[in-house]
């Protein structure tokens, strides 16, 4: 591992190390008081108690020798109470502070959770979710890799650590008792092994960063195979022995730079141990011979043994790794933080969407090009969407129609050109009061493991427990029927995933979602979007869903999306997609007289379907 990254790593551990702290006094001042007290007093008491010990040992050593005295048998007696009393003490404040640094880390790791959804759900738009970089730091702001360690970890082991640590400076406080230079060599021999094993963890850690990007990857092979989504489709296509192969070749692939650096032991780690056990062996030979020639007595020697014991405490560096792998989420749920904030992220706009659009909307010459990506999706189009009126687009595959939908609900920001709300810059109207202007279905609309009324309510939340509002929509999207002959109604869950929950199906879906829709008109919203939800509907029973659609909603600002174009005749206006502008537009009977791309697609469209039923006819 070169050099600078070595000293980034140096750099890297004391910020992970302060903001940890930071955040443990920021969650709870009065625990950290807590553990503050649970790390020192068994420091103070554990020396005591070793000193107690040895008392006892010396009164029992003279009384063996001597006989017991009744001066000594009161002092045996005395050390005797002092430390049980001492190691009482000692064992009831280790599961307090057990106990302190289990709240503590449940409430930071709540703190971190709720943060790195609101820091995530803050940006009215959706480029930052597409950005690798934001989305390799949001995985690791909620755990590191897939063998997480979690900030609990990290509090539980900043405790331990240091109440090691102190345990191991008073005994080397208490070693100085027998020779000035006894603590010093032990404490050079630990701090030299720490020194390479705490390299080698730091090394580790880096590398385990850097594969996170690796990691997510795999870990979406591990979803793909644990979660109902894809299930039906792993079985279809028989996926099962794939996805266990892809799942352990990508792990394996980006765990083996990190295994590899964990097996290269290096001979520093080698030579250190050899050292520090031919100390210890030297260090018990010299006690052994103090106490056999007088020069100390046992129980001074007991003392000594166990501050020896004790003094790895001081350079204690099994802990620091998972204090630093631990605190990585919260270093990294602050850097998203503060990488959201950023202007990049926050749409601009203070004007009032109040009762927009009441003339109409104007795309003028605009252009979008998404996100680290090297061609416009979208080139000088301009296009009017009249208030009140619906509007069909139409157009090949990926040319760009929930492009321009996504920029209408303002999910991006256009890249070029205008788009113009009864005469005002998209971009100056407040993006939250928009979003409530405009509803949309996608055609990836959410299927909510949620129950049928908060599947319902989220078309507008002010709304969402008033029932009649929601019968009333339900009604309207011809959802009302299916929602009550649900086993709870309006309280049933809709998945399988749950007890008593029932699933629907692809069309029964799509009732609830124009539902969600016509309550978000009933909440407010000025202008509707149906960006193709009918997939699951055969020809006549889209063309019947959209002609209810566009009776329900006559007078808002509609625009439907769709590729039938029996289902889009009755809109007020066409507007033909080609090459990211708007190539034809009229009304159906126009567009058909034009005998354009848009007259030679329905025509194509026709003869597919009148075919079959010529066929019928023929046999008949
Ligand atoms: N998030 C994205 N990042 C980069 N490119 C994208 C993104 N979303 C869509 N595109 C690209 O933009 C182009 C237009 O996509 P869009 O979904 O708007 O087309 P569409 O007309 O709605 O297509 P379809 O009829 O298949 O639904 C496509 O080439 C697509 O690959």
């Known amino acids: ?29 009065g625990l950290c008081v807590l553990l503050l007290l649970a790390i020192m007093l068994p420091a103070a008491l554990s020396g005591a108690f070793v000193v107690a010990t040895g ?18 048998s009161r002092t045996m007696i005395t050390a005797l109470v002092v430390a049980g009393v001492l190691y009482t003490v000692q064992m009831t404040l280790h599961p307090t502070g057990a106990a302190a640094c289990d709240v503590m880390g449940r409430r930071l790791e709540g703190r971190l959770r709720d943060r790195v959804m609101a820091t995530v759900l803050a940006p ?60 010093l060599v032990f404490i050079a021999a630990w701090t030299f092994l720490r020194h390479a094993w705490v390299r080698k963890l730091r090394d580790s850690v880096q590398l385990t960063a850097l594969q996170t990007r690796s990691l997510r990857r795999s870990s979406y092979f591990r979803d793909l195979a644990l979660t109902s989504p894809a299930a039906k489709e792993t079985r279809v ?72 014991l004790s003094l790895e405490g001081v350079v204690s560096y099994d802990l620091d790794h998972t204090i630093d792998a631990g605190s990585r989420p919260i270093l ?6 503060e990488e959201m904030a950023r202007p990049a992220y926050r749409m601009s706009g203070e004007l009032p969407a109040a009762g927009l659009p009441s003339e109409g909307i104007r795309f003028e010459d605009v252009s979008f090009r998404y996100p680290g990506q090297s061609h416009d999706v979208l080139a000088g189009l301009d296009l009017e969407i ?70 319902v309510g989220f078309g507008a939340l002010e709304l969402a427990e008033d029932r009649e509002a929601l019968a009333t929509a339900a009604r309207r999207a011809g959802a009302l029927e299916i929602i009550e002959s649900l086993p709870q109604g309006w309280d049933t869950i809709l998945s399988r995933e749950f007890v008593d929950g029932a699933d629907l199906s692809g069309g029964q879906w799509q009732r609830i979602a124009l539902a969600r829709a016509l309550l978000a008109v009933a909440g ?10 009918t997939a699951h509907l055969d020809a006549r029973a889209e063309a019947e869903f959209y002609n209810r659609f566009l009776e329900l ?65 023929a046999h008949a």
Do not use: C
């Open 55 to 72: 008392v006892v040992i010396d009164t029992v050593a003279t009384a063996a020798k001597d006989g017991l005295t009744p001066a000594g």
């Open 237 to 308: 296509f028989g996926m099962a022995g794939w996805l266990l192969d892809r799942f352990a070749r990508t792990w394996t692939e980006a765990m083996s730079v990190v295994w590899q650096e964990r097996r290269n032991g290096g001979p520093r780690l080698w030579i250190s141990i050899v050292l520090l056990a031919g100390i210890h062996l030297a260090i018990f030979v010299l006690l052994g011979n103090s106490a056999a020639s007088g020069a100390i007595s046992i129980g001074a020697m007991s003392v000594y043994i166990q501050a020896i």
């Open 524 to 533: 407010g919203a000025g202008v509707l979007v149906l960006d193709e939800p």
């Open 124 to 183: 009215p738009g959706l480029a930052h979710l597409e950005q690798p970089d934001v989305l390799d730091r949001v995985s690791t702001a909620q755990t590191v890799g897939i063998g997480e360690i979690r900030p609990r970890a990290a509090v539980r082991a900043v405790n331990n650590k240091y109440s090691e640590q102190l345990q191991g400076l008073v005994g080397a406080g208490l070693l100085l008792g027998y020779a000035w230079w006894a603590p």
């Open 553 to 617: 909603t006559e007078g808002t600002t509609t625009v439907v999306i769709s590729h039938r174009f029996s289902t889009v005749r009755r809109a007020d206006r066409i507007v033909v997609l080609a090459d990211g502008k708007v190539a034809e537009q009229g009304t159906h009977d126009e567009l058909v007289a034009e005998g354009g791309r848009y007259a030679r697609m329905f025509a194509l469209q026709a003869a597919r379907f009148d075919e079959p039923a010529k066929q019928v006819e």
């Open 1 to 29: 591992m070169p050099e600078r990254a070595g000293l980034h790593g140096a750099r890297l551990l004391l910020r992970l190390r302060w903001t940890l702290f930071r955040e443990m006094v920021r969650t709870s001042p």
């Open 332 to 337: 990294t749920a602050i850097e998203l933080e």
């Open 386 to 455: 009249p208030a009140g009126r619906s509007l069909a687009i139409v157009g090949e595959n990926g040319t760009g129609k929930t492009t321009l939908v996504k920029l209408l609900a303002r999910l991006y920001d256009r890249t070029g050109g205008r788009i113009l709300v009864d005469g005002v810059d998209l971009v100056r109207i407040d993006p939250q009061q928009w979003s409530h202007r405009i509803a949309a279905i996608f055609q990836d609309f959410v299927q909510y493991h949620l129950t049928a009324a908060a599947n």
